[in-house]
């Protein structure tokens, strides 16, 4: 009976808060809000959002950070996939980058900024000998203007997530029959991907890139760590209204938020296009006999730049860990003269109480979420259909939709029912974003689950519920705990819910390592982030650890 409820809980999360809170952002965008005195619709808000100075730029910036993000991105996967997929090398990179997922984005951030600046490790590790820097040179890496280095910071952190869903993709096309048909035509190994094998993967990861897209063009944390500063991408700008004392500057905030969703709707309207002239492209260069046998340098440069993403998050988090527990480093040495955790023992009192609040709100939204989850394909197999098209674009409505555009109207209503900065509004916010990750982690090894299973149990005469309970949950342990981690680390990883939501008074290691990232001690950045790196690696260590555990007995049974 239970499982008849999954679904339509499952909607009514996905997309009643974020209609509500559309609906919250574009009435006051309009200037009606009767609580501020908004009393008719009008025009005034718009007028001083246009009068703000810089903000075509900031607009364009997020345009161009959401496009170029999705674009690097991508192509490094697709050379990737189509030069090395099915072979040795493919493995071990599968095994190096994946765990790159779990890290949050504002932590990778960090680590990027700590390994790029002109005093960060990189400088120090090839001065004086290689630059003859003895001094920090006087460069803008760090928030340039054009944001290359939050585009860079982005990309390092979506290819991790690109090859994952591509990977999803690839067993459903006949890569071993379509390379060896392609190869006897004369085909290089990346042409022969990309003509034949590629359109299937695109279309079934399509979806994924269009959360990209609108991810990266509206990121906050990001942006405001490596983003430019004169002016800042327009989501940044959003915050900083929106937290303004002054409160006439929520209807300015809400103008803002409506044109934040224009802005990811233009990048995706222009990424369309864009699709629609490679496909041109390609199809053209198949017609006329193109065959590019002659491919080694692109294999090699897309082995290279997902090496390269990896080492890039990997030296960052290793950058954030030296500093965490830094004694005297002064420029240019390449290590610490000393090593001391007087920098974690000060900072213990204040790390407690927001690193509580993470791991309630994480743990309650993920536990929701898998139950929600399991409900739903427990459902499936009563009901014998599978979620369509319709159902799967509400799964990536809340990674599709920015998240200012709809956040801001469900402060209001959170604020109107007085439930503001409370832990159960909280997880009700990290839910939402929490549900589609869970979903889509756990959707592909519970429908690929043997059928067989469940036939010799009714045999037997054991109930569907039993049969649920006593063969697949222990036999799908391990998915059902990955899906948990990554819950949970989507969850430790939230900034802009827990700024707008938490109001300030519920904070978050992530909040508060954003909030540390204006000043200079790198040292207390170090811990807060190492540790908001640290909480999702627990996650998935515990998912690894308890079915190794539990089915140790089990281990001469493996095939």
Not at 197 to 212: D, E, H, K
Not at 526 to 533: E, I, S, T
Request: proline share 6%; glycine share 8%.
């Amino acid at each position: 009976m239970l499982t008849r409820f999954g679904p339509p809980l499952a909607v009514a999360l996905l997309s009643g808060p974020i209609l509500l809170g559309l609906a919250g952002t574009v009435l006051p965008a309009f200037g009606y809000l009767p609580a501020l005195g908004g009393e008719s619709f009008s025009l005034t808000p718009w007028r001083a959002l246009f009068a703000q100075p810089g903000i075509a730029t900031s607009f364009g910036l997020s345009v161009f950070a959401g496009l170029c993000s999705a674009l690097v991105s991508l192509a490094v996967v697709m050379f990737f996939v189509a030069a090395w997929a099915g072979t040795r090398a493919f493995e071990r990179m599968q095994h190096l980058v994946s765990p790159l997922l779990s890290v949050p984005h504002a932590a990778a951030a960090f680590g990027l900024a700590f390994l790029v600046a002109p005093s960060g490790l990189l400088a120090r590790l090839t001065s004086p000998e290689l630059t003859g820097w003895t001094r920090p040179p006087d460069l803008l890496i760090v928030h340039d203007p054009m944001g290359l280095t939050m585009i860079a910071g982005l990309v390092v952190k979506e290819i991790p997530f690109l090859l994952l869903v591509t990977l999803a993709a690839l067993p459903q096309v006949p890569l071993a029959r379509t390379r060896a048909l392609s190869a006897s035509l004369g085909y290089g190994r990346i042409a022969g991907f990309l003509f034949g094998l590629w359109p299937p993967i695109y279309s079934q990861i399509r979806l994924a890139v269009f959360a990209v897209i609108a991810f990266a063009s509206s990121v906050v944390d990001v942006a405001a760590i490596l983003g430019p500063l004169t002016p800042p991408t327009l989501a940044v700008r959003l915050v900083e209204w929106m937290n303004d004392p002054e409160l006439s500057m929520r209807f300015l905030a809400s103008a803002g938020a409506v044109l934040q969703l224009a802005a990811s709707a233009t990048a995706l309207l222009v990424w369309v296009v864009l699709e629609r002239l490679s496909a041109a492209a390609r199809d053209r260069f198949a017609a006329g006999g193109l065959r590019f046998r002659n491919d080694a340098v692109l294999r090699h440069a897309g082995l290279w730049a997902m090496s390269l993403s990896a080492l890039v998050v990997a030296a960052g988090l290793a950058a954030l860990a030296i500093w965490s527990v830094a004694g005297l480093w002064q420029y240019p040495d390449a290590l610490p003269r000393s090593f001391s955790l007087k920098t974690w023992i000060a900072t213990a009192p204040r790390i407690a109480e927001p690193l509580t609040v993470t791991l309630a709100t994480g743990l309650a939204a993920t536990v929701i979420a898998l139950g929600l989850t399991l409900l739903c394909l427990a459902r499936e197999d009563e009901s014998g259909r599978t979620l369509g098209n319709k159902a799967l674009y509400l799964i990536y409505l809340p990674l599709l939709v920015p998240q200012a555009a709809f956040l801001f109207g469900l402060q209001l209503l959170f604020l109107l029912a007085r439930m503001d900065a409370s832990l159960p509004a909280l997880v009700f916010a990290h839910l939402i974003f929490v549900m589609p990750y869970v979903f889509l982690s756990l959707s592909d090894p519970w429908r690929s689950f043997d059928r067989r299973y469940d036939a010799v149990a009714a045999g037997l005469g054991a109930s569907r519920r039993r049969a649920l309970a006593a063969i697949r949950l222990p036999m799908l342990t391990r998915a059902i705990l990955t899906a948990a981690a990554v819950g949970f680390a989507v969850s430790v990883g939230l900034y802009l819910p827990t700024v707008l939501i938490g109001a300030g008074r519920l904070t978050t290691i992530t909040s508060e390592a954003v909030a540390l990232a204006s000043g200079g001690n790198r040292r207390v950045i170090g811990v807060y982030a190492f540790l908001q790196m640290a909480l999702p690696a627990l996650g998935f260590l515990v998912a690894t650890a308890i079915p190794a555990l539990i089915f140790r007995r089990f281990r001469a049974m493996r095939v």
